[in-house]
């Protein structure tokens, strides 16, 4: 186990030092010199002392509130319950002043919300003579004013527009793309029973694979909606296959014979197949493909070969970070889990990170942590994977838990219950 592991201890203070003896007395040019010195080292002391941290602001909330920073702007969006409206509520960084507020369908529940090109989208279930459907509502970010609305989940495209896809389960899916300002539908596909897969980059969803139960497999560009390849990917006996991306592959996952075979996503030309491999899902580790087995397995494949690299039973999902992998550890205790860091060619172990709750800042940006203080608060910390440490960056005595971290704020609940205060993040 790395020596990377953070343990806080108990916070306490040193004994006094023992004082120093008396200088001797100064003549008048002595003095004079040590006084200009002395007006120095003050002034260094004083340029060196931190500011004092900003006093949290502390959100007006409801229980079962969700919140979330957006740039200069914090978003609640509450429930409708038996005595108010649900409503989404605006409020400026970093004093918390109230900018807008918007009301919520009450015969809806609202679960999440979108930042796009202006726009604050709001997506839940509404609540029809006909059951529950899908709906997402845009609203303008500067002012809260309404939209537009559509039904159906969204996701962000690569050029800014949005995909919505509505059904699911046990109903027939529908897709199509609309523009975020105003809602115009620029294509859309007729209801389908096919599975439906999105290849999501980061920084949006470029391609979507639809996976009939009796025919073949479609991948469209999802800006366009033009088809860029269909193949009967099938085994031999017809049976059914399910189907998983990652970067530029396809994954064929017959969980009846149990065997995976991988394809170019674009052109669906067959790459690799394994068989003796029961596939639960896919993850992109980065330089190899992971996967985690029928037997709560993860194992790193070659992605140009299909061979296996590595194999362990000890961790759960990977994320590649950095160059490095980072993996959590599989445990049936409660609480934070517990991170190690791999090299991920080989599956060794380079560091312990400990137990934190992670969040990533952006695409690619700080990787910050949480966890609660055995004295009371919560620890916020900087992930470096690299180096395989986590570096503390300040003890939050208010907040309870339950955080969020981006554009540099976290948000964590605090007391009492149900409410939630912001700190702004050091640099």
């Known amino acids: 186990m790395s020596d990377s592991v953070i343990d806080l201890g108990e916070l306490r203070h040193g004994t006094d030092p023992e004082p120093l003896p008396r200088p001797p007395r100064a003549d008048g040019r002595q003095l004079r010199c040590a006084l200009v010195l002395l007006l120095a080292l003050v002034t260094l002391a004083a340029s060196a002392v931190p500011p004092p941290r900003r006093a949290p602001v502390t959100l007006p909330t409801q229980p079962g509130a969700d919140v979330m920073v957006d740039g200069d ?186 065997t995976v075979a991988a394809y170019g996503l674009d052109q669906l030309d067959q790459r690799w197949s394994r068989a003796g491999v029961n596939v639960d899902f896919a993850l992109d580790c980065g330089p190899v493909l992971c996967v985690r087995t029928g037997n709560n397995e993860l194992q790193a494949i070659d992605t140009a070969t299909g061979a296996l690299r590595w194999r362990n039973s000890r961790w759960g999902w990977a994320w590649p970070y950095d160059g490095r992998l980072l993996v959590n550890v599989l445990s049936s205790e409660d609480g934070p889990e517990h991170f190690v860091v791999l090299d991920p060619l080989t599956g060794r172990e380079l560091a312990d990170l400990g137990r934190w709750d992670l969040y990533q800042l952006s695409v690619g940006g700080r990787l910050v942590g949480t966890r609660r203080h055995p004295d009371g608060g919560v620890v916020v910390g900087e992930v470096d994977v690299r180096a395989g440490k986590v570096q503390v960056l300040d003890v939050l005595p208010q907040a309870i838990g339950e955080c969020q971290a981006m554009t540099g704020h976290l948000v964590c609940g605090a007391a009492p219950a149900g409410s939630y205060r912001i700190w702004q993040l050091p640099d």
């Open 73 to 258: 702007l914090v978003l609640v969006m509450e429930p409708t319950s038996p005595t108010r409206q649900g409503r989404l509520a605006a409020y400026r960084l970093p004093g918390g002043e109230p900018v807008w507020q918007a009301p919520l369908s009450a015969e809806a529940r609202y679960w999440g919300m979108t930042p796009l090109g202006g726009m604050m989208l709001v997506t839940g279930y509404e609540i029809g003579p006909e059951g529950r459907e899908t709906r997402t509502v845009a609203l303008d970010r500067a002012t809260g004013a309404y939209r537009w609305q559509q039904p159906g989940s969204v996701f962000e495209l690569t050029d800014g527009n949005l995909l919505l896809r509505t059904g699911g389960e046990t109903q027939p899916s529908g897709l199509r793309v609309v523009d975020p300002c105003c809602g115009t539908v620029r294509w859309q596909l007729p209801a389908t029973t096919a599975e439906i897969n999105v290849r999501d980059t980061g920084h949006g969803v470029d391609r979507v694979v639809l996976n009939q139960v009796d025919g073949p497999v479609e991948v469209r560009d999802a800006v366009t909606g033009a088809v860029l390849a269909r193949a009967d990917l099938r085994p031999p006996d017809g049976g059914p296959i399910r189907v998983d991306l990652t970067k530029d592959l396809l994954l064929a996952i017959d969980r009846g014979s149990g």
